[in-house]
């Protein structure tokens, strides 16, 4: 079978498909990644098959340039569905991220050559990242069968579908769906027509756990999270086991590539945990440093330490509650104190809370002796440990991504198009 991974050039939303595409080959299937070429290195140091496809995507300038009331926005649309399913704000919401990220990170020349690439190739299955629509039209113009990678709970589809739900009950001459428009004008381009399996895709491939999985009506193949951190290596001072708690702080590898400003003041977290006995293992790179006034004795910064190697020996983490952090300190057992302001981070701080394997610290309310006391409750109640291995439990019960594949291989062959 071949095999077509594709994902807009953010590095943390691609890191989740590699330990899938290495199973798939493993399994005998071909494999390519075609993305911007900005993502390029990023997917040969995996170990795998790059296909560079049109330009670079400027998203994050344009988020930049349209300034603090852009972010702000950003900040907050509500993917949860807690204040209510208001069609003008899920119309609003539709319009703009439409406008400012899917057709932005989904750009004319990078769907154009992806599709030129797909019908060339000719995959059996295409699998997409939630907001790389691109694979989808690339599937349909080539007649593949296609499904979406999720690395994280799918509050995207829970907010189209409220938005949908609540458009239909308004005359149709009403109607005004942009992500629609959007997708038929490009899918016009090809020949092909648009429905909502090319938003939706044909089945979903999830990586969240029982527990953190949003209820869904779509076709799911539920899989193991297996972590995934880009080039690692194992530095001399990790293979010594802590002589005092250790602890990770992390800001994530999305912060270092865009214009986002932090969460958190730095400073604040430093304050916070500086006369603690404890060991902090801080990842910052050269511009978050800059930031940093003082750095507390009792604190290491490096530029980068792979979490799957670091977290196991922690005893607690700090940090912003994205999908590659938050699942891999699930999957590492490790109380997390989750500071997180926007979207799908929210909702896994929340769950995570809900479940006792950890604390969620809204930006807005943290104050030192918040952060201070939330890390001392981690260390000192044996409750969250407990129900962070719960939660290790629940996530290593999951098929692993070799199990998943003969299933994939199944919903392959039933959904593609028979061809000439």
């Not at 019908?119 to 499904?147: K, M, N, S």
């Not at 945990?273 to 902090?280: A, C, P, Q, R």
Request: hydrophobic share 45%.
């Amino acid at each position: 079978m071949r095999v077509l991974i594709t994902s807009l050039a953010v590095e943390a939303h691609f890191n989740g498909a590699v330990p899938l595409a290495w199973a798939l080959r493993a399994a005998g299937h071909e494999v390519r990644v075609a993305s911007h070429p900005a993502l390029t290195e990023s997917i040969t140091r995996a170990g795998l098959t790059a296909v560079p496809v049109g330009t670079d995507h400027v998203h994050h300038e344009l988020v930049r340039d349209l300034g603090a009331e852009l972010d702000t926005f950003y900040r907050d649309i509500d993917f949860t569905g807690e204040r209510g399913d208001d069609y003008v704000a899920l119309k609003g919401a539709n319009t703009l991220l439409t406008a400012t990220f899917y057709a932005q990170a989904n750009n004319d020349s990078m769907v154009d050559e992806l599709v030129d690439f797909a019908r060339y190739w000719q995959p059996d299955l295409v699998i997409w990242e939630p907001f790389t629509f691109a694979g989808a039209v690339a599937a349909r113009a080539c007649g593949a069968a296609h499904a979406r990678l999720l690395w994280g709970p799918d509050l995207f589809l829970r907010m189209r579908t409220a938005f949908r739900r609540r458009m239909e009950l308004l005359p149709a001459e009403s109607h005004d769906d942009s992500l629609e428009e959007w997708l038929t004008w490009t899918l016009d381009r090809f020949g092909c027509a648009f429905d909502e399996e090319v938003v939706v895709g044909q089945w979903n491939i999830d990586q969240m756990p029982p527990g953190v999985r949003l209820p869904s009506d779509r076709p799911t193949v539920p899989m193991r999270y297996v972590p995934y951190n880009g080039r690692a290596v194992v530095p001399a001072w990790l293979r010594e086991p802590p002589r005092r708690p250790r602890v990770c702080l992390t800001l994530g590898i999305t912060s270092r590539d865009t214009d986002h400003p932090n969460p958190v003041s730095l400073d604040e977290v430093f304050e916070a945990v500086s006369d603690l006995d404890i060991e902090v293992v801080a990842t910052l790179d050269a511009a978050q440093r800059a930031e940093v006034t003082r750095v507390p004795d009792n604190t290491r910064v490096v530029d980068f330490v792979p979490l799957h190697a670091l977290l196991p020996g922690c005893s607690a983490a700090i940090h912003h509650g994205g999908a590659g952090t938050w699942s891999t300190a699930a999957a590492s057992a490790v109380p997390q104190l989750v500071i997180a302001g926007m979207w799908d981070n929210v909702y896994r701080a929340r769950r995570l809370a809900d479940l006792g394997a950890g604390l969620f610290l809204p930006p807005d309310e943290l104050t030192a002796a918040g952060l201070r006391d939330g890390l001392e409750q981690l260390l000192t109640k044996p409750s969250f440990r407990e129900d962070a291995r719960r939660l290790q439990a629940v996530i290593a019960a999951e098929p692993s991504p070799a199990d998943v594949v003969p299933t994939l291989v199944e919903l392959a062959g039933r959904h593609r198009t028979a061809r000439g």
